[in-house]
């Protein structure tokens, strides 16, 4: 049987270290391939080479039986082969509609007709998207469904989806899982790429594991259960590391209050919310997308602004603050760890000493205006044995890392200003199961130290295993707090949705 798609004995080197060494891969039509490994396993360098955004140093490619070289993702469009980003290739200067019918030259400039035709599009695959609506006003989950509705569009027979459902709400996942089905009935491929390993579980055929750029197994879906993939995936079992009983460890006290939030409003997304933080204890926030907690620690934080006036209370140390900027509220010891890492989490093009460096100055922790590369790099070797990023070395561009150690890296560009009070947002959205663990710990660590630390997450597990104290968000409100021990996902969900 000829398989759709096979990549035969490919490798890829970048500045001669293998990104994928020697790995055969093959795709057949209508049937679901998860594609699982760590960051940095070679999932998506491999994916790319299949979509045409990178050349094979070494190996071959198959389309249908017969070889092929797809130098662009243009011409891998031409031979039916789509790709949906981890990270969002959308227009945002452009609309819904107009990203979604880019490439059609003869309907892009009727607005009317694409608007009409991308509202009907849209509706047939459930996803609540205005087609007039400016990308750059979308969330991260709407961008994701934009982006999934393009590939969709373009009529594809292999369609590559690397972390779909990273930025979906449980409810848009479902919809997603639906498609997918609805796309595999159709006779559509799909090379599906995520680090949740119960959705690949879920909606797979086969399952292939790669690690440190190495094909490690490929086999029928059924043989596989969680464990045996993240032995696959890591050369060991990390189930305790990861999710073990929350029940079992005992919660952390609570030390001084370190933040108190009363009645804080801002527009519609932060409506009279009030809670507070302690030191030494992990306060877990739960919501679903759109719930107001992100906005609720962006305006703790000074990335965004409460309203001027009713705009509530906040409390550092017993002290009140209003921040319009972060730069003070670093200053004073508040770091919001975004959820965007790439967008907003650090300098992509500069190496990982000066982005360190940077969180050193803007916490005031250097003197003087001059720059000792020695310092820089001094500091940089400490974080990233502290925090074990691996890289080359410390000149290595952020970009080039993996997203569990550029993750690591904003983690350190944060820690790195001797916080009181960190908020970690996503802490592990697109990180593998062995980077999950690691920042886990360093989370941990941070709440022994006496640190205050809050946790943003959409993942319950991880909720209910890191916290001492879970807050509850829905409709811009803190509405329910539970102690971390005793809590479950159906109270959890419940007071989440309800």
Known sequence: MTSLIELRNATKEYRGVPAVKNVTFTLEKGEVHALLGENGAGKSTLTKMISGVVDPTAGELFIDGEPAVLTTPAEALKRGIAMVYQETSLVPSLTVAQNIYLSDNRRFHRLRGIYIAGQQFLQSLNFPVDPTAMVSALGAGQKQMVEIARAVHHDAKVIIFDEPTATLTPEEKHQFFALVERLKARGVSIIFISHALEEALAISDRITVLRDGEHVITDATANFDRESI??????????????????????????????????????????????????????????????????????????????????????????????????????????????????????????????????????????????????????????????????????????ELSGGNQQKVVIAKSLVQKPKLVIFDEPTRGVDVGAIAEIHQIINSLADQGIAVMVISSYLPEILHLSDRILVCRQGRIVEEFEGHRADEETIMYAAVH
């Open 230 to 399: 993240v032995r696959a995936m890591v050369g060991r079992t990390l189930t305790d590391e990861l999710y073990g009983a929350h029940r079992d460890r005992q919660t952390r006290p609570a030390g001084r209050k370190v933040l108190s939030v009363q009645n804080l409003s801002m527009g519609n997304m932060v409506r009279n919310t009030s809670f507070s933080v302690f030191a030494g204890q992990i306060t877990g926030v739960f919501g679903l997308i759109g719930s107001g907690r992100t906005e609720a620690a962006k305006v703790v934080s000074g990335v965004m602004k409460r309203d001027l006036f009713h705009g509530g209370q906040v409390m550092l140390d017993g002290a009140p603050v209003r921040y319009r900027v972060p730069r003070p509220a670093v200053r004073d010891g508040i770091l919001y760890v975004t959820e965007d890492r790439k967008a907003e989490g650090f300098f992509e093009t500069m190496s990982i000493a000066e982005n360190i460096h940077l969180g050193a100055l803007a916490g005031g922790q250097t003197k003087g205006s001059s720059v000792s590369m020695a310092e820089m790099r001094n500091l940089a070797e400490h974080w990233v044995k502290a925090l074990n990023v691996r890289a080359i070395n410390a000149d290595a561009r952020v970009i």
